[in-house]
């Protein structure tokens, strides 16, 4: 990074209230990080790329760390805002994992799929950098397809939640195909298969 932090302690995360002039460029930032990804999460890159400065993010933002947190969490909000709407308008559970990943699997969306791959790798080497991202990364998807297979399968917490958990990680594995062999044709075929597997009685 161009702008070297001090370690920080963990914190829970807390409402952003940004100026206006923040908010832009923490838009700006967004839909960059989107199209091309995180890279070497050099601040000046980004900065250079929406038409700011790195010291006006800092200025905004307090530090690169706590921007890259930003910008992230900002992409996680937009994420299950989508996914509640696409939950909403399903008829049923087959339906619902058939959507979202119509959603996730298209050309406009794969560059936040990119993302959250690129994400995993760093998170892991850098655990207590990325402590926030490692611990919503899975659970925030797990709440809502449990409460969806609950509702519309009338199984137990117990098992909506192992059901939940066996999409997530299925989902998330088919994209990772996507996203490195191109193959939408068979990805989508298994995919489709594996939403009537896991809602069957």
Same mark, same amino acid.
């Given at each position: 990074?161009?702008?070297?932090?001090?370690? /920080?302690?963990?914190?829970?995360?807390?409402?952003?209230? +940004? *100026?206006?002039?923040?908010?832009k460029s923490?838009?700006?930032?967004? $839909?960059?990080?989107? %199209?091309n990804g995180i890279g070497d999460m050099s601040l000046r890159r980004v900065a250079e790329a929406i038409g700011t400065s790195h010291r006006m993010l800092?200025? &905004?933002?307090? *530090?690169? %760390?706590?921007?890259?947190e930003i910008v992230l969490r900002? !992409? /996680? &909000? $937009? =994420?299950?805002?989508? $996914?509640? $709407? !696409?939950?909403? %308008?399903a008829d049923n559970p087959v339906i619902a994992i058939e959507a979202a990943w119509d959603r996730y699997a298209s050309d406009a969306y794969l +560059? !936040?799929? /990119?993302?959250?791959?690129?994400?995993?790798?760093?998170? !892991?080497r850098e655990p =207590? /950098?990325? &402590?926030?991202?490692?611990?919503d990364v899975v659970d925030s998807w797990l709440a809502p397809v449990t409460a969806l297979f609950e509702a519309q399968l009338g199984l137990p917490p117990a098992e909506a939640r192992a059901r939940a958990r066996i999409q997530v990680a299925t989902m998330r594995g088919l994209l990772l195909?996507?996203?490195?062999?191109? %193959?939408?044709?068979g990805t989508t075929a298994a995919l489709k298969r594996f939403a009537r597997m896991?809602?069957?009685?």
């Amino acid at each position: 990074m161009a702008t070297t932090a001090a370690p /920080r302690k963990k914190r829970t995360e807390t409402p952003f209230t +940004p *100026s206006e002039s923040a908010v832009k460029s923490l838009d700006a930032a967004v $839909r960059y990080v989107l %199209d091309n990804g995180i890279g070497d999460m050099s601040l000046r890159r980004v900065a250079e790329a929406i038409g700011t400065s790195h010291r006006m993010l800092i200025y &905004h933002f307090g *530090s690169a %760390d706590e921007f890259w947190e930003i910008v992230l969490r900002e !992409i /996680r &909000h $937009r =994420e299950q805002l989508a $996914r509640v $709407r !696409i939950q909403n %308008d399903a008829d049923n559970p087959v339906i619902a994992i058939e959507a979202a990943w119509d959603r996730y699997a298209s050309d406009a969306y794969l +560059p !936040i799929i /990119r993302l959250l791959f690129e994400l995993y790798a760093r998170a !892991i080497r850098e655990p =207590e /950098r990325f &402590h926030a991202f490692l611990g919503d990364v899975v659970d925030s998807w797990l709440a809502p397809v449990t409460a969806l297979f609950e509702a519309q399968l009338g199984l137990p917490p117990a098992e909506a939640r192992a059901r939940a958990r066996i999409q997530v990680a299925t989902m998330r594995g088919l994209l990772l195909d996507l996203v490195t062999t191109g %193959d939408r044709k068979g990805t989508t075929a298994a995919l489709k298969r594996f939403a009537r597997m896991i809602t069957a009685p």
